[in-house]
């Protein structure tokens, strides 16, 4: 069974089991997104005393918190007890690219010269990932939720203000890889 579980699962399943999670949250009148549950760690830390966006009631949200959770307690597990040793599979012509952009393919999952201590040394790097994260938390408010909460959960319910934000995610996220991503690496 274990060995079943450590082989690369079909494409679809991901899918089979977002429609799924989505049908649940649909039946019990919640909606999905990662982002609300900064908004909810700090409501719980007090900030709704001192900044009215944190003052809500956030026991209604726990649910969210404890997918968060279980969301970091499966991905350990995943990685440390069922992940498969073999190298990732790429097709040649995108380690080609990612040579071009200066990102060495080692085989794994997330390369390396981006995702180690090592690579923090490197104040570019650093400020790119910095810089990166200040971007996404703030597109993130501005657009009134993360890319899971607008694709997955807005998109279900036919949300226009979700399909724009998606439509703004793939167009900055072509921008960034095809017109600035080339310069900075």
């Known amino acids: 069974?274990?060995?079943?579980?450590?082989?690369?699962?079909?494409?679809?399943?991901?899918?089979?089991?977002?429609?799924?999670?989505?049908?649940?949250?649909?039946?019990?009148?919640?909606?999905?997104?990662?982002?609300?549950?900064?908004?909810?760690?700090?409501?719980?830390?007090?900030?709704?005393?001192?900044?009215?966006?944190?003052?809500?009631?956030?026991?209604?949200?726990?649910?969210?918190?404890?997918?968060?959770?279980?969301?970091?307690?499966?991905?350990?597990i995943a990685t440390n007890y069922l992940s498969n040793p073999a190298p990732v599979k790429l097709s040649a012509a995108t380690v080609a690219d990612l040579n071009q952009l200066g990102i060495k393919f080692d085989g794994g999952l997330n390369p390396n010269s981006l995702f180690s201590l090592e690579?923090?040394?490197?104040?570019?790097?650093?400020?790119?990932?910095?810089?990166?994260?200040?971007?996404?938390?703030?597109?993130?408010r501005y657009a009134g939720g993360c890319t899971s909460g607008h694709a997955i959960s807005g998109l279900s319910n036919l949300q226009l203000p979700s399909l724009v934000a998606v439509i703004g995610f793939f167009i900055g996220g072509l921008a960034i890889t095809y017109l600035i991503m080339p310069f900075i690496f």
């Open 1 to 76: 069974m274990i060995d079943f579980i450590k082989q690369p699962w079909p494409w679809y399943f991901s899918g089979i089991m977002i429609i799924l999670i989505m049908l649940i949250l649909l039946f019990f009148g919640k909606s999905f997104g990662f982002s609300s549950n900064l908004r909810t760690m700090c409501s719980i830390a007090g900030a709704g005393k001192k900044v009215k966006f944190f003052d809500f009631n956030w026991k209604d949200q726990l649910w969210n918190l404890m997918f968060l959770i279980g969301s970091i307690i499966g991905g350990f």
């Open 119 to 140: 690579a923090l040394k490197d104040i570019k790097k650093l400020a790119i990932l910095l810089i990166g994260g200040l971007l996404v938390g703030f597109g993130s």
